[in-house]
T-cell receptor, first 113, second 114 residues
């Protein structure tokens, strides 16, 4: 039972353009969402998060949008840079849920110079 | 501050053997979680340790067990290895009580079971 889904295994974007990565979830108990970025041979690195009481959170070039009614979130990267090429994982958790994260399968983002 | 370190980075075992993976938490963190990442999948929660006790477990059989030590480092033990145990095992540390579910991950131990 895949509770967090990332339906696009890969995405290619031109440098300088916007990258949009999507994530859907099915468990309505999730109330905290995170994006992690993973380079080869490294562990996932925290990028940005959003609580279910918000619908948008911004940090520099990265913005996460949350649509609770659709159980959908997206990560926008503007402008995209070559260093953004990595695998991006969407993750969800319940506050007070001992910090257990449920991850999606990831989207490999490639930024084309 | 030092990050999360894991050892060994790679290892090969045969079916039925046992393996121990080790993890040192990031300085100042008191909670350790273990995740299994199979090829082409996202990380899956195995269990978490806080104050040297298991504090939550995912859908993994009892042959997956762990320990947390007073210095907050941790071990993951897997007995009676099966081919499907081949995966990247990620350790993550955090500071319980900070509220945010932000985990700091190590680079992982890649286990191959033949």
């Amino acid at each position: 039972d895949q509770q967090v889904k990332q339906n696009s295994p890969s995405l290619s974007v031109q440098e300088g353009r916007i990258s949009i990565l999507n994530c859907d979830y099915t468990n309505s108990m999730f109330d905290y969402f995170l994006w992690y970025k993973k380079y080869p041979a490294e562990g996932p690195t925290f990028l940005i998060s959003i609580s279910s009481i918000k619908d948008k959170n911004e940090d520099g070039r990265f913005t996460v949008f949350l649509n609770k009614s659709a159980k959908h979130l997206s990560l926008h990267i503007v402008p995209s840079q070559p260093g953004d090429s990595a695998v991006y994982f969407c993750a969800a958790s319940r506050r007070g849920g001992n910090e257990k994260l449920t991850f999606g399968t990831g989207t490999r983002l490639t930024i084309i110079p | 501050e030092t990050g999360v370190t894991q050892s060994p980075t790679h290892l090969i075992k045969t079916r039925g053997q046992q393996v121990t993976l080790r993890c040192s938490s990031q300085s100042g963190h008191n909670t350790v979680s273990w995740y299994q990442q199979a090829l082409g999948q996202g990380p899956q929660f195995i269990f978490q340790y806080y104050r040297e006790e298991e504090n939550g477990r995912g859908n993994f059989p009892p042959r997956f067990s762990g320990l947390q030590f007073p210095n907050y480092s941790s071990e993951l033990n897997v007995n009676a290895l099966e081919l499907d145990d081949s995966a990247l095992y990620l350790c993550a540390s955090s500071l319980t009580g900070r509220g945010a579910n932000v985990l700091t991950f190590g680079a992982g131990s890649r286990l191959t079971v033949l």
